[in-house]
């Protein structure tokens, strides 16, 4: 409060300053910088058209900075800075400001790296999801036996993935643009990253054959091949076992008889795994 | 909606690039063979599209990029090393009895496979034919029991 009376009288030049950009703001754009006002194409005269009707917010923007300029200088003297103003450092609403302009104006690369209030919105939302999902894990899920199997790790990934995106694309529905597909597009691809890392850390965790038998090797110390053939071949034979069980459970493979052959479901999950190692050029391994 | 149209287009070069090197060359690594051919490509796309486009289409394409690239190793890493994907592919071609199936996932054979990936990724090394962890097998081994742990897995 008690800083009020000094600054009083800096308010006088700040609202001849308000007053000049809402009355010349187009004007004096265009004088101030003839080269660079000859790239502003639309931010600073649309700024001081609006604010000729009393409705521009960028004149209350543009305001306070004069309240830290020194006082020989007026609106005229004004330097342009990539096609905007001179600005104090501490005035972040005019730096995101110029910013914005000369992104808008010149055409360097990597100059447009910056988001609209909405984008840092999505992305906000984005990285609190992932962040919140990961905590709830470690903090309470993790320790549920629930989601020790892969059914109950699928459903903790994919239910609040999927709502997530059909959010987004509730959003790209709601404003259909192409603003909006690209932020469609990252929410999906960003949701998608986090939860595929998310799955094949689990499933490697889970425990690999190949791991299996390396830890049994660093945990002895040293072993022969034929030792750890006889210490592993119950879990060979049990993965086997399993694996074909579990293809009959999900229904891909019947039993005709002695037997074994693919369903039509079955079939068209081995067409579409045929097909992704002839795209690959690999062979497969037992 | 041209970053959409760069984006798939260097995922299908990049898968497309695999199979070429996978086929052409001696490396039989898929993973390494398809990081060779999307790494450079997902820098091209980057030099594409950040300089040509707003930032928001920009790095919506390049997530895109990197998303199905994922989805491709994790989808082909399953089929190369899953035992039911396996299956799936010796069933399509005929129908077998529980003895070939056996003979053909021959418990020794499966587990003799094993120790020689492991060999190959120098995890393990044989001495005086014994098996012996390196560093590098000590290393994976901690990484994998920490994740273990995280997991919760028993």
């Given amino acids: ?286 | 909606m041209g970053w959409l149209g760069f984006a798939l287009a260097a995922f299908v070069l990049s898968v497309f690039a695999q199979g070429v090197i996978l086929r052409v060359t001696k490396l039989r690594n898929g993973m390494i063979a398809f990081v060779l051919a999307g790494l450079p490509l997902g820098l091209a796309l980057m030099a594409v599209l950040l300089p040509a486009y707003p930032a928001n289409p920009a790095w919506a394409g390049i997530l895109l990029y990197a998303f199905l690239c994922e989805l491709w190793m994790f989808v082909f890493s399953s089929t190369f090393s899953s035992v039911s994907a396996n299956l799936l592919l010796h069933l399509r071609s005929q129908p077998m009895r529980r003895d070939e199936v056996d003979r053909l996932y021959d418990n020794r054979e499966m587990i003799r496979r094993r120790i020689n990936w492991l060999s190959y990724i120098q995890a393990v090394i044989e001495t005086g034919g014994r098996l012996m962890p390196t560093d590098r097998g000590r290393q994976l081994t901690a990484l994998f029991d920490a994740l273990r742990a995280f997991f919760g897995h028993r």
């Avoid at chain 1, 604010?51 to 543009?62: K, T, Y």
Wanted: proline content about 6%.
């Fill in chain 1, 1 to 286: 409060m008690s800083s009020l009376p000094s600054k009083a009288p800096l308010f006088i030049p700040a609202a001849i300053r308000i007053a000049a950009i809402v009355e010349h703001g187009e004007r004096h754009a265009t004088r101030r910088a003839p080269p660079a006002t000859e790239t502003i194409t639309d931010p600073i005269p649309r700024q001081g058209e609006q604010a000729s009707h009393g409705r521009s917010p960028h004149a209350l923007i543009l305001g306070p900075a004069s309240l830290f300029r020194p006082k020989s200088r007026t609106a005229r003297q004004t330097q342009p800075i990539r096609g905007g103003f001179r600005l104090p450092r501490n005035d972040r609403l005019c730096t995101t400001h110029r910013l914005r302009i000369a992104s808008d104006t010149e055409a360097l690369p990597f100059q447009n790296l910056h988001f609209s209030e909405r984008e840092a919105m999505t992305w906000i939302i984005i990285g609190s999801y992932i962040a919140v999902h990961f905590l709830l894990y470690t903090l309470i899920f993790r320790h549920r036996a629930f989601f020790w199997s892969e059914w109950g790790i699928l459903l903790f990934l994919l239910v609040p993935a999927a709502i997530l995106v059909i959010l987004a694309f509730a959003s790209f529905l709601w404003q259909p643009s192409f603003e909006s597909l690209a932020l469609f597009v990252s929410a999906f691809a960003a949701c998608g990253i986090y939860t595929l890392s998310f799955l094949e850390c689990w499933l490697l965790s889970e425990g690999g054959y190949s791991l299996r038998i390396l830890s049994e090797l660093v945990r002895s110390g040293t072993a022969t091949p034929a030792e750890l053939e006889m210490q592993f071949i119950d879990m060979s034979a049990r993965k086997k076992i399993n694996r074909l069980e579990s293809l009959l459970g999900m229904g891909m493979v019947k039993k005709d008889s002695d037997r074994f052959q693919l369903t039509r479901q079955g079939n068209a999950v081995a067409g579409v795994l045929t097909l992704i190692a002839a795209i690959a050029g690999f062979r497969a391994v037992r």
